[in-house]
């Protein structure tokens, strides 16, 4: 299971950092990633990161104000999403996702985290 938290309200040029924890199972090899989902809009890829952290790939609209990360302790691994600099674009409900390679569909989802950024 992914659990993301971390959401909140924030003022344009703020930060948050959004976490996805995982359990049940292990994604140590699993590549993981964030979308997001605008009212009214289709979800949206925000960023990915591969089983070792070692590639990491952002959406143009984020790239240099977000960073993703993951972390692993007690064979539990932490997904964090690092967002500076938000714009009222940025406001959407964040889900984590989670595949077994960079090659298959996204096969494990969180259950979302709002972000709304206030102008």
């Known amino acids: 299971q992914l659990q993301a938290s971390g959401g909140g309200l924030v003022q344009a040029g703020g930060s948050l950092r959004l976490s996805c924890a995982t359990s049940g199972r292990t994604f140590s090899i699993y590549a993981m990633g964030w979308f997001r989902q605008a009212p009214g809009k289709e979800r949206e890829f925000v960023a990915r990161i591969n089983w070792s952290g070692s590639i990491t790939i952002y959406a143009d609209s984020v790239k240099g104000r977000f960073t993703i990360s993951r972390e692993r302790a007690n064979a539990r691994d932490t997904v964090y999403l690092q967002m500076n600099s938000l714009k009222p674009e940025d406001t959407a409900v964040y889900y984590c996702?989670?595949?077994?390679?960079?090659?298959?569909?996204?096969?494990?989802w969180g259950q979302g985290t709002q972000v709304t950024v206030s102008s």
């Open positions: 996702a989670a595949r077994p390679n960079d090659y298959s569909d996204y096969s494990h």
